[in-house]
């Protein structure tokens, strides 16, 4: 098992304390998981954007600047094994101020993104929190979202680079309803706290993860919610004027709570088996090979962009590609970065040789528990007690495979299949 910061951190962080990195500056490496200027996404890399909104709190002592879709808030603050502790405790404060937010306002939201979106939003109780997710016509997962409302206006939360496209999508939508889309992103930050209770009156607006409870029309690929690891994970994101992040952050650390970076919410968020948009995602991505029909689609709603194909793969078809856990060889100081290939290791008594690629990370982090440990999608027909490699920089790491999404590609309710029927028997009663 390996824990604490390792050699390595120190060597990618440059500047003194006071200084914290400036995101985007050079490359990131070490506990992490390396990201750097881009995110990869199989073969392909995507140019990160400069984030949106630095945040105040990168001046604390100690701060490391995160990277990636993490940019503009701390990746650590000097003691990430001491601030995972803290989270998993239940008693930290994580700023995700670099996450955007869509305000959707009119007597006709609720109704209207019941019907573009794969969640049934229809009769969406106030501080009740739900999350939706945009489709392609082909069943593709173009946008993600976490979804509150507060009786007045819903509140969607999402990566900060997808919400001026998605608060410009949904404005394209809005044809002649009562409905008005805006981006409020400059105006409010979320931080994030390890708590499972809902917003109540009088409080901030919040969304609580809904994640890994089966929601209502919704089915699973994955273990029993009583089972999975996500149990464990109590998160919330509090929603506070952008202006007043720092005196919210201020307040909850006076009630004992520290503040940690990144680091720390990521690696219990892939202990949780948890899809992110910024990270779990590409463009073949559907719902059904993260496991998200749990949590962010309903199966029964009706039609929206994309329903067929969730349908038709539910029903009939197979995911092409699943999601896993990887457990990661900690032996030595090699990390893979998101995008890496994941390869299976041939027969060992035929000379064990590396094999073509079956997958990519997604996500990597080091856990202060677990060591290191990766999210990654592979293909389906990847037996699931495969030995797999994963490449490095320099070389390559053997990782153990924990299922998330089975390998049957069959969720928990699929209906059962029909026996062959002679054409015309059972049509009509016998005389």
């Not at 405790?89 to 937010?101: E, K, M, T």
């Not at 949904?170 to 409020?184: H, K, N, P, S």
Request: charged residues 20%; aromatic residues 4%.
């Amino acid at each position: 098992m390996t824990t604490g910061t390792g050699p390595e951190l120190g060597q990618a962080v440059t500047g003194t304390p006071d200084t914290p990195l400036a995101e985007g500056a050079g490359t990131l490496t070490g506990a992490g998981g390396v990201v750097g200027r881009g995110i990869t996404e199989g073969d392909e890399t995507a140019v990160v954007a400069p984030p949106r909104h630095t945040s105040p709190l990168l001046r604390r002592r100690g701060a490391v600047a995160g990277a990636g879709p993490d940019a503009g808030v701390a990746w650590h603050y000097g003691d990430p094994t001491a601030e995972q502790r803290a989270l998993t405790r239940g008693g930290a404060v994580v700023d995700q101020s670099h996450l955007g937010v869509v305000r959707v306002a009119g007597p006709d939201r609720l109704t209207w993104l019941h019907s573009i979106t794969s969640q049934h939003l229809t009769g969406l109780t106030p501080r009740t929190s739900t999350e939706l997710l945009v489709l392609s016509p082909q069943g593709h997962v173009e946008h993600a979202a976490g979804v509150v409302d507060d009786g007045e206006a819903t509140w969607l939360i999402t990566e900060g680079a997808h919400a001026p496209t998605l608060a410009a999508w949904l404005d394209r939508m809005r044809f002649t309803l009562r409905v008005e889309v805006a981006d409020v992103t400059d105006d409010w930050a979320a931080i994030g706290e390890p708590v499972s209770a809902e917003g109540v009156e009088g409080e901030p607006i919040t969304w609580r993860d809904p994640w890994p409870h089966t929601a209502p029309g919704g089915t699973r690929y994955g273990p029993e919610d009583a089972q999975h690891p996500g149990l464990d994970r109590p998160w919330r994101l509090v929603l506070v004027p952008r202006a007043e992040l720092a005196d919210a952050v201020a307040a909850r650390e006076a009630a004992g709570w520290p503040l940690v970076g990144t680091w720390a919410s990521e690696a219990v968020r892939v202990e949780a088996w948890r899809p992110r948009l910024g990270r779990e995602v590409d463009h073949r991505s559907i719902p059904h090979e993260l496991d998200w029909l749990r949590t962010a689609v309903h199966l029964v709603k009706g039609c929206y962009r994309g329903q067929e194909s969730v349908a038709r793969v539910h029903n009939l078809g197979r995911p092409p590609r699943r999601l896993v856990m990887l457990h990661l060889d900690g032996s030595g100081h090699l990390l893979p970065e998101p995008g890496a290939e994941v390869r299976e290791l041939g027969d060992l008594a035929s000379g064990g040789e590396v094999g073509r690629a079956v997958g990519h990370v997604t996500s990597v982090a080091r856990h202060h528990e677990l060591g290191p440990v990766a999210l990654a999608v592979l293909k389906r027909s990847t037996p699931v007690d495969a030995t797999l490699v994963v490449d490095c920089d320099g070389g390559a790491v053997a990782a153990g495979q924990e299922v998330v999404v089975a390998g049957e590609g069959v969720s928990a309710d699929r209906p059962a299949a029909r026996g062959p029927l002679t054409r015309g028997l059972g049509q009509r009663p016998s005389l």
